[in-house]
């Protein structure tokens, strides 16, 4: 679905856990606005993600980048 320039993917339909959930979706790009093609630019990576969340209004400290890296790595530690 897009919406406000941006794609969004729907929840999926099996027993993923929230981190699988969140691999698929910053891998397909989901929330990254779109290029000419009407394809997401592309993935997130760890510091596109720090810096989106760090523009947040609300979010006036921001998210250290090593903490992002945690989110992708494969690992026990939740997100």
Same mark, same amino acid.
């Given at each position: 679905?897009?919406?406000?320039?941006?794609? !969004?993917?729907?929840? &999926?339909?099996?027993?993923?856990?929230?981190? @699988?959930?969140?691999?698929?979706?910053?891998?397909?790009?989901? $929330?990254?606005?779109?290029?000419?093609?009407? !394809?997401?630019?592309? &993935?997130?990576?760890?510091?596109?993600?720090? @810096?989106?969340?760090?523009?947040?209004?609300?979010?006036?400290? $921001?998210?250290?980048?090593?903490?992002?890296?945690?989110?992708?790595?494969?690992?026990?530690?939740?997100?």
């Amino acid at each position: 679905m897009i919406k406000n320039g941006k794609i !969004f993917l729907p929840p &999926p339909g099996d027993e993923s856990d929230f981190k @699988e959930i969140f691999k698929r979706l910053a891998a397909a790009g989901a $929330g990254r606005p779109l290029g000419k093609d009407g !394809f997401p630019a592309g &993935p997130w990576t760890p510091e596109l993600l720090a @810096e989106a969340i760090s523009q947040i209004d609300s979010n006036r400290i $921001g998210v250290d980048l090593r903490t992002v890296q945690l989110w992708f790595q494969e690992n026990e530690k939740g997100i």
